[in-house]
């Protein structure tokens, strides 16, 4: 079981740049998959996590076995979460920029709160100190497929 962490967050929170998009973090998995030599691979994403496996297998598609989308976003070929998620946008009006970066999602604002879920205060004192902004760029880019039919006959399980 290999659980990577994207570019710019995280354990990897010190690699984030102006650069940093959805296309990196696409990148970041397809690159494990080749790196490692993985094959028939479920990937599995979590919220934004689901449109990371979509392009990863769009660009791995003889790595992958399956997706799944665990209370994941899926979306389609040209879209992007913020276009496509009320909820996304409404995150940029509590946006800052530090060193070019335009980072939503701060751990010191209710709104993270309210889209995480989480309610028991144990937990979310737990989860401030590891969580890190996340970069607009990644929820404003569209994804892009260049095979969309095939990826979509890949095995998917979604779970709500």
């Known amino acids: 079981m290999h659980t990577p962490t994207l570019t710019g967050l995280g354990d990897r929170a010190h690699l984030l740049s102006p650069d940093t998009g959805l296309d990196t973090h696409i990148t970041d998995i397809a690159a494990m998959l080749a790196s490692e030599d993985l094959r028939d691979t479920i990937l599995v994403g979590h919220s934004y996590g689901g449109i990371v496996i979509t392009g990863a297998a769009d660009r791995a598609l003889d790595r992958v076995g399956q997706l799944v989308f665990l209370d994941a976003a899926i979306l389609s070929h040209g879209e992007s979460l913020a276009g496509t998620t009320p909820a996304i946008r409404a995150v940029r009006d509590e946006s800052r920029t530090v060193d070019g970066v335009e980072l939503v999602l701060w751990p010191d604002q209710p709104v993270a709160r309210a889209i995480y879920g989480v309610s028991d205060e144990a ?18 880019e569209p994804l892009a497929l260049a095979n969309s039919e095939a990826v979509a006959r890949l095995p998917r399980t979604i779970i709500n």
């Open 123 to 140: 937990d979310w004192a737990w989860m401030r100190e590891r969580l890190r902004p996340h970069p607009w760029r990644t929820f404003a």
